[in-house]
C-alpha cells in the first residue's frame, strides 16, 4: 500500500515536472514567434486587396518591397492606380514620394495614423518595430484551433504606456509559431481590428504567414487581404536601395 | 381746360421760378443719383457673391454620386462620378441633350494638405477645364499675378493660388510647393507644383483656402483619370433648374443601378444656398426699400413745400374758375416736368458714379481704416452697371415723385378759394 | 438773443406743417441709423461674445508646445495636476473661473455606419459651466454631471449622425498615449449653441469619464479663464505675474483676441461692408435736411427781405435761421431718437428670427439665428448730434445768402 501511494506520488510528481519541461511560457512562445519572423533581408510582391464598406468595390494594389531586418524598408507600389509610390522606412522615419513629386516628404506627428494606402493597416502599424514581449505581458488563457492549426491563446496586456494597442489576443500555432490570429483592443477592451492568416509557407525552415486578412470590427464590410508572393530570404539587398536619393530618383 | 393748355400753363410755372425748380429737380436728383448708385452697389456686391457661388459650388444643377451627399464632410474622392463602363463622359453625353442644359463641366474638388515647417496646412484644391468653362467660370479674370495654369504635359503641374494663402505660405509666382492628398485608389497623391498665378476673388475665406488647376493635372494627382466628383451643369434659365434637375434624373434612373443624381442649386447641401440668397435678396430689399422711402420723403417734401409756398396762387386761379381737376392737373403736370428733369439728371450723374464705380471698385477695407494691413485682402466690391439700372432709377424718380406730388395737389384742389389767398392752410 | 429764440420758435410755430414733414424725414432717418447700427453692432459683439462665451473665455493657459501646434488638438503637450491645482489658486486668488479641457480628435459612428470627425473635450462639468455657456444651451436631455458617464453632442452633430438622446455612440480616439482608444457612449444630452463653429465640432465628456478611460491622468491640454469682471485685465497680468512667481514658465497665456484672430480679421472686413450701409444711410439722412432747410430759406427770401427793410440786424436774421434749423432738427433728431429707442428696446428683447433661413450656416458672424439688438447710446448721441448739425450747417448758407441781397430784390424775389 506504501509502495503504491509512493508510486502514485512519484507520477504525480513526474507528470508535474513533465509538464514544467516540456511546456512553454507566454514570452517564449512569443520569442519563438519573433524569431520565426526575423531574417536578414526580405524581397517579395505584395498584393493588397481592399474592401472599405459594402458600397465601394474592392480595391487591389500590387508593389514589390525589400526589407532588412525590421527596420529598413522599401516598398514601390505597381498597380496602375499607385505606380510610382514610394515608401521608405528608416529606423524611426517613414519617407514618401509620390510619382509625380519632386520630393520625398516626411510622415511625422498625427499623420502616422492615417490609414496606409487606405487599407486597414496605419502607418504606425508598419513602423512597429519593437518585439511583443518588450512591450505586452502574456499570458495563457488555453488552446484552440483557428482555421485547422492548433493554437496556444494567448492574452497580452501592455506593460508599458506608449502603445498603440492596449491589448492583444493572439493565437499561436503549436507547431510552426505563426500568429495565426491576432485581435487588436482598444483601451476600453473594445475589438477594433481582428487579423487571420488564411495561409502558411515555409521558406527556408521558416514558417511565413503568406496570406493574411485584416477585418476593422468597428465597420461594416472593411477589411484588407495582404498577399506576399515570390518571396525570397536572405540575399544580399544593396545599402542604396534603403536611402533618400533611391526614394527621389 | 383742355388739357394740353394746362400742360402749357404748368411749363411756364416751372420757368417761372427757375429757383425752386432747380432746387425741386436737385433734390430728386440727389435722391435718384443716390438710389442708383446704392442699387448699383448692392447689385454689384451680391453678384459677386452669387456669381462665385455659382461658378464654383452650386452651378446650376450638380450631378454627383448619391453616396458623395452623406459622406461630404470627409470629401471621399472614391464616391465620383465615374460613368459606367469608360469615364465620366458617358453620363455627360447621356444627359446633355436635356433641354435647358447650355454647359456641363466636369469638376473635382479635393482636400490637399502641404508640409510647412513640420506642419500640416489643410487646403481645398478646385480642378476645372479652364477653357471648357470660359463662357462661365470668371478664375481668369481674378488672377492678381501671373497667368492660368495650362494642361497637363510631362514635368508641368501648373497651379494658381488664392492670394491670402500665398501670403501665408510666403510663396510666390514661379516657387514650388509639394502638396499630398488621398487618390480616388485611397492610395497617396503626391505632386510637386509650380505656382503660375495668384487669383484673388476678395472673399478672404476663399482666397485663404483654394488653389485651381487643370482637371488633366487632377487626374494625375489624384488617379481620376476616368472620373471626377461632379458635373456642373449650367442652364439657358437658371430658374428652370428644378424641372431640368427632374428630366436629368429621370434619364439616370433609366439605367439600372444608377448611382447618380442631380441636384437643382436650390436642394442643394439641405437648400442652403437657396435659403442664403433668399434671406439675402429680403435683407437687401428691405435696406433698399428703406432707401426708396427716405429717398420719397425728400421728394415728398419738396413737393408739398412748393404747394404750400403757391397757396395764394392756387386761390387766386381758383377764384378765376379753374376747376379742382384742373388745378390738380396743373400741379401734377408741373411735378412731373420737375421729376422727369430730376431723374434724368439724377441718373446722368448716378450712372456715371456707378460706371466709374463698376470701373474701379471701391475697397471696403480702406473705408474702415486698413486695419487689415497685415492681410493684404483685397475687399474690392465691383459695382453694377446697366441700362436697367438707369431705367429704374429713372422710373422710380418720376413715379415717386409724382405720386407724392399727387397728395398736396389733390388736396390744393379741395381748398376754399378765400383761405388759399390768403395762404391759411 | 432772446429774442432771436422766439422769432425762431414762432416760425416753427407758424409753419407747423412743414416742420413737422421735415422733422418727420429726419426722425425717420436717425430711427433707421439707430436700429441697423445697432443690429450690426449686436452681431459684432455677440460675434465676440461667443468667441468667449463657447470657445475661450476671456483667455486660455496651455503649455508653449500646445500652443505652437494648437489647431492639431495634440493630447501629449499638456498641463500635469499639480499645475492645475496651483492655476485654480492663481485663478481664486484674480477673482476668475478658470476651467481645465482637454480636445480629443474623434471619429464619432453611430451603428457602426462611417464615422464622422469631431473635437471631444474633456469638461470638469461645474467648472466649466462657470467659464463657458454651454449648459444653458442644453435644448433636449441633461449637462453633463460630475460622474456623469455620457455625451453632450450638438444639435448638428444630432442632425449628421442621425443619433438622438439615449443613443449609443462609438467614439474612436486616441489617448494620452496614443494608445487607440473605442469607447460606446451614450448620448446623455443635445445642446444648441449660437456659435456655428462649436456646433459643427464639439462635443463634450466628464474629465472623470476622460480620466477612466483616456488616460487623462489629471492633465489639461488648456484651462480656459472667465474674469469677473469680463475684461481680460487686469486678472490676465495678475495671472502672467503669478505664473512666472510660481516658477510655471513652460505654461503660457493667450487672449481670446489672439486665439480668434482668424475670425477678427474677417470681421473687420465684414465692418466695412455695414460701415458703408451706415454711410449710405447718413448721406440720404443729409440730403433730406439739406433740402428741406434750403426750402425753409428760400420760400422766406420775401421775409428776410422785410425784416431787413425794418431794420434787423443781418447777424440776428442768420442767427434765427440758426436757431430755427437747429430747432427742427431737435425736435427730428428727438422724435428719431425715441423712435430709435422704442425700435430697439423691442429688437434688444424680441430678435428677428431667420433660423428657417440661417440654420447651421457660416454666414460669418458667429452668431446664432435670430438677431436681436444692441443699446448703442454712442450712435444714438451720434446721430442726434448728426441731425441737428447737419440742419444747423445747411441753413447757413442760404440765410448768409439771403441777408446778403439787396433789400428791394429780395422783397421781389418769388
Given amino acids: ?249 | 381746360m383742355k388739357s394740353f393748355y394746362i400742360y402749357r400753363m404748368a411749363l411756364r410755372n416751372i420757368s417761372r421760378n427757375r429757383k425752386r425748380t432747380l432746387l425741386s429737380a436737385v433734390a430728386i436728383a440727389l435722391a435718384v443719383m443716390f438710389i442708383c448708385f446704392m442699387r448699383s452697389y448692392i447689385t454689384g456686391m451680391w453678384d459677386n457673391v452669387r456669381d462665385n457661388v455659382f461658378a464654383f459650388q452650386s452651378a446650376h444643377v450638380k450631378i454627383v454620386n448619391k453616396d458623395f451627399i452623406k459622406e461630404e464632410k470627409l470629401m471621399p474622392l472614391d464616391l465620383s462620378v465615374y460613368g459606367y463602363e469608360k469615364d465620366y463622359t458617358e453620363v455627360m453625353k447621356l444627359v446633355k441633350n436635356v433641354k435647358g442644359i447650355k454647359y456641363i463641366f466636369p469638376r473635382t474638388k479635393f482636400g490637399a494638405i502641404l508640409n510647412l515647417k513640420g506642419k500640416w496646412e489643410n487646403l481645398m484644391g478646385f480642378a476645372l477645364d479652364p477653357e471648357r468653362e470660359a463662357p462661365v467660370n470668371p478664375l481668369k479674370y481674378k488672377i492678381v499675378k501671373g497667368r492660368l495654369f495650362k494642361k497637363y504635359a510631362p514635368g508641368r503641374h501648373e497651379i494658381v493660388v488664392g492670394e491670402v494663402l500665398a501670403q501665408e505660405l510666403g510663396v510666390k509666382v514661379g516657387d514650388k510647393l509639394t502638396m499630398m492628398s488621398k487618390t480616388a485608389e485611397e492610395g497617396l497623391g503626391h505632386m510637386t507644383f509650380k505656382i503660375v498665378g495668384i487669383s484673388s476673388f476678395g472673399v478672404p475665406e476663399f482666397d485663404k483656402l483654394f488653389f485651381f488647376v487643370d482637371l488633366s493635372v487632377a487626374a494625375r494627382f489624384l488617379k481620376m483619370e476616368h472620373e471626377v466628383m461632379e458635373l456642373g451643369i449650367y442652364l439657358d434659365d437658371m430658374d428652370e433648374s428644378v424641372p431640368v434637375a427632374e428630366k436629368i434624373n429621370k434619364i439616370l434612373e433609366s439605367r439600372p443601378d444608377n448611382p447618380y443624381i442631380a441636384q437643382a442649386w436650390e436642394n442643394q447641401s439641405g437648400g442652403q444656398y437657396y435659403n442664403w440668397f433668399a434671406m439675402a435678396d429680403n435683407i437687401y430689399n428691405i435696406v433698399y426699400f428703406v432707401f426708396l422711402v427716405l429717398a420719397s420723403l425728400v421728394i415728398i417734401n419738396t413737393t408739398m413745400m412748393v404747394i404750400y409756398e403757391r397757396m395764394k396762387e392756387i386761390g387766386t386761379i381758383a377764384a378765376l374758375g379753374m376747376r379742382g381737376a384742373s388745378i390738380v392737373k396743373l400741379f401734377f403736370y408741373e411735378a412731373v416736368i420737375i421729376s422727369i428733369i430730376g431723374s434724368f439728371f439724377g441718373i446722368v450723374a448716378g450712372g456715371a458714379l456707378s460706371y466709374l464705380m463698376s470701373q474701379s471698385g471701391i475697397n471696403i477695407a480702406k473705408l474702415t481704416g486698413g486695419s487689415l494691413s497685415d492681410i493684404a485682402i483685397s475687399n474690392m466690391i465691383y459695382p453694377y452697371f446697366g441700362l436697367d439700372l438707369l431705367l429704374f432709377a429713372f422710373v422710380f424718380g418720376v413715379v415717386v415723385a409724382s405720386l407724392c406730388a399727387f397728395i398736396p395737389a389733390s388736396k390744393a384742389a379741395r381748398i376754399q378759394p378765400v383761405e388759399a389767398m390768403k395762404g391759411v392752410l | ?414
Fill in chain 3, 1 to 414: 438773443m432772446r429774442n432771436i429764440i422766439i422769432l425762431a420758435f414762432k416760425n416753427l410755430a407758424r409753419h407747423k406743417k412743414r416742420t413737422i414733414i421735415t422733422s418727420v424725414a429726419i426722425s425717420f432717418g436717425i430711427m433707421l441709423l439707430i436700429w441697423i447700427h445697432g443690429m450690426l453692432k449686436w452681431a459684432d459683439n455677440e460675434s465676440q461674445r461667443n468667441l468667449k462665451r463657447y470657445e475661450f473665455g476671456n483667455f486660455t493657459i496651455s503649455t508653449k508646445a500646445y500652443k505652437e501646434d494648437r489647431d492639431s488638438f495634440p493630447v501629449d503637450m499638456v498641463i500635469n495636476g499639480s499645475e492645475i491645482q496651483k492655476i485654480f489658486r492663481i485663478a481664486e486668488k484674480t477673482g476668475s473661473y478658470a476651467s481645465p479641457r482637454t480636445g480629443f480628435k474623434s471619429m464619432m459612428s453611430y451603428k457602426r455606419g462611417f464615422g464622422l470627425p469631431y473635437i471631444v473635450f474633456a469638461i470638469d462639468p461645474e467648472k466649466d459651466a462657470q467659464v463657458f455657456n454651454i449648459k444653458e444651451k442644453i435644448m433636449d436631455g441633461q449637462y453633463l454631471d460630475k460622474n456623469s458617464e455620457g455625451i453632450l453632442i450638438s444639435a448638428h452633430c444630432r442632425k449628421e449622425l442621425g443619433a438622438g438622446l439615449g443613443d449609443y455612440l462609438v467614439m474612436e480616439t486616441r489617448t494620452k498615449y496614443d494608445t487607440f482608444q473605442a469607447l460606446t457612449i451614450k448620448v446623455v444630452g443635445i445642446y444648441d449653441c449660437p456659435d456655428p463653429v462649436v456646433n459643427r465640432n464639439h462635443l463634450f465628456i466628464t474629465r472623470n469619464m476622460a480620466e477612466k478611460n483616456l488616460q487623462l491622468e489629471g492633465t489639461a491640454a488648456e484651462i480656459a479663464f472667465r474674469t469677473k469682471n469680463g475684461n481680460n485685465e487686469p486678472a490676465l497680468s495678475l495671472v502672467k505675474e503669478s505664473l512666472s512667481s510660481a516658477g510655471l514658465t513652460g505654461l503660457t497665456t493667450e487672449t481670446w483676441q489672439e486665439l480668434g484672430s482668424d475670425y477678427l480679421t474677417l470681421s473687420q472686413t465684414k465692418k466695412g461692408g455695414s460701415t458703408m450701409i451706415i454711410f449710405f444711410i447718413f448721406i440720404i439722412v443729409a440730403v433730406g435736411i439739406i433740402n428741406t432747410m434750403l426750402m425753409a430759406v428760400f420760400e422766406r427770401i420775401r421775409e428776410i427781405g422785410m425784416l431787413r427793410a425794418l431794420g434787423v440786424r443781418d447777424r440776428d436774421i442768420v442767427s434765427s435761421f440758426i436757431v430755427e434749423a437747429a430747432g427742427i432738427g431737435i425736435l427730428g433728431s428727438l422724435i428719431g431718437l425715441i423712435l430709435g429707442i422704442g425700435v430697439s428696446a423691442y429688437s434688444v428683447y424680441h430678435g428677428l428670427d431667420f433660423t428657417s433661413s440661417f440654420k447651421d450656416m457660416d454666414y460669418g458672424y458667429r452668431t446664432g439665428t435670430i438677431f436681436y439688438n444692441e443699446w448703442n447710446p454712442e450712435m444714438m448721441a451720434m446721430a442726434v448730434i448728426f441731425g441737428i448739425l447737419c440742419s444747423v450747417l445747411v441753413s447757413i448758407i442760404p440765410a448768409r445768402k439771403a441777408v446778403k441781397m439787396e433789400i428791394t430784390d429780395s422783397i421781389r424775389y418769388i
Fill in chain 1, 1 to 249: 500500500m506504501k509502495k503504491c501511494i509512493v508510486s502514485l506520488l512519484t507520477i504525480i510528481f513526474v507528470s508535474f515536472l513533465a509538464q514544467n519541461i516540456f511546456a512553454l511560457t507566454p514570452e517564449e512562445i512569443l520569442n519563438k514567434v519573433d524569431d520565426n519572423e526575423v531574417f536578414d533581408t526580405i524581397k517579395y510582391s505584395g498584393v493588397m486587396t481592399i474592401k472599405k464598406g459594402s458600397r465601394r468595390r474592392p480595391r487591389v494594389k500590387t508593389f514589390q518591397a525589400v526589407a532588412r531586418g525590421k527596420d529598413k524598408a522599401y516598398i514601390e507600389f505597381t498597380n496602375p492606380g499607385d505606380r510610382g509610390t514610394k515608401y521608405l522606412k528608416l529606423g524611426d522615419e517613414l519617407w514618401i514620394k509620390g510619382t509625380y513629386a519632386e520630393r520625398a516628404d516626411k510622415i511625422s506627428g498625427h499623420k502616422l495614423r492615417d490609414s496606409m494606402m487606405g487599407s486597414d493597416y496605419s502607418y504606425e502599424d508598419t513602423m512597429d518595430n519593437e518585439k511583443l514581449v518588450d512591450r505586452y505581458k502574456a499570458t495563457i488563457a488555453g488552446a484552440e484551433k483557428v482555421s485547422g492549426h492548433d493554437c496556444y491563446e494567448l492574452d497580452l496586456e501592455a506593460k508599458v504606456k506608449e502603445i498603440t494597442y492596449a491589448r492583444l489576443k493572439i493565437w499561436v500555432d503549436k507547431e510552426q509559431f505563426v500568429a495565426m490570429k491576432i485581435q487588436y483592443f482598444a483601451l476600453s477592451g473594445m475589438l477594433l481590428k481582428e487579423m487571420t492568416v488564411d495561409k502558411v509557407k515555409k521558406i527556408n525552415e521558416r514558417y511565413f504567414p503568406i496570406k493574411v486578412r485584416m477585418v476593422n470590427k468597428q465597420r461594416k464590410d472593411s477589411y484588407t487581404l495582404f498577399e506576399m508572393k515570390s518571396i525570397v530570404l536572405d540575399e544580399p539587398v544593396s545599402e542604396s536601395m534603403f536611402s533618400k536619393q533611391q526614394l527621389e530618383k
